[in-house]
T-cell receptor, first 113, second 112 residues
């Protein structure tokens, strides 16, 4: 079974703090994705990566950055957290090379005060 | 405008009833994925459809893809409380493939 894990299920941070969300997959997948999910807006892609040290902007990259130093790990960084970044963050991975199933982690619910 | 529309947005049914959720794309579909999400959790992959007319089943859940209509339907037979959750469709709408666009989801409640 594919396993995607996220470092925290719940996180509370203060405005202006630097926040790291980590995602690890154990299936040697090439592709990894970060989404945020908000009521009425659905899932929106923040960043994705097709390979180690490679990243591409999704639909809403502003205020976020990512890091992929190892194939199995994809980190999402909020440089200076703001209240409008309060959301559910979901990480996913897929094999790579075409249209493949994305497998999701359990999500991190982030509250920025 | 929304590229992937799901209907209905929410659905409340009595246990044992059948139900259908639809997902319609405004762009050409290259692959259609169905996921289920329990509140506050990640998405669980249910099934993927790729060819027009394709139909797949998983336990009491059946999904079909109508390529001409650019639409997929998810049908649950004899619903149970365990079917409750949010159902999301995701679509590959680009020839490059790996990115998916998601619908907003359908919230399903099954009353015992």
């Amino acid at each position: 079974d594919v396993k995607v894990t996220q470092s925290s299920r719940y996180l509370v941070k203060r405005t202006g703090e630097k926040v790291f969300l980590e995602c690890v997959q154990d299936m040697d997948h090439e592709n990894m994705f970060w989404y945020r999910q908000d009521p009425g807006l659905g899932l929106r892609l923040i960043y994705f990566s097709y390979d180690v040290k490679m990243k591409e902007k999704g639909d809403i990259p502003e205020g976020y950055s990512v890091s992929r130093e190892k194939k199995e790990r994809f980190s999402l960084i909020l440089e200076s957290a703001s209240t409008n970044q309060t959301s559910m963050y979901l990480c996913a991975s897929s094999v790579g090379g075409g249209w493949e199933t994305q497998y999701f982690g359990p999500g991190t619910r982030l509250l920025v005060l | 405008s929304q590229e992937l529309e799901q209907s209905p947005q929410s659905l409340i049914v009595q246990e044992g009833k059948n139900l259908t959720i639809n997902c319609t794309s405004s762009k050409t579909l290259y692959g259609l994925y169905w996921y289920k999400q329990k509140y506050g959790e990640g998405l669980i992959f249910l099934m993927m459809l790729q060819k027009g007319g394709e139909e797949k089943s998983h336990e009491k859940i059946t999904a079909k893809l109508d390529e001409k209509k650019q639409q997929s339907s998810l049908h649950i037979t004899a619903s149970q409380p365990s079917h409750a959750g949010i159902y999301l469709c995701g679509a590959a709408q680009e020839t490059s493939g790996s990115r998916l666009t998601f619908g907003e989801g359908t919230q399903l409640t099954v009353n015992p």
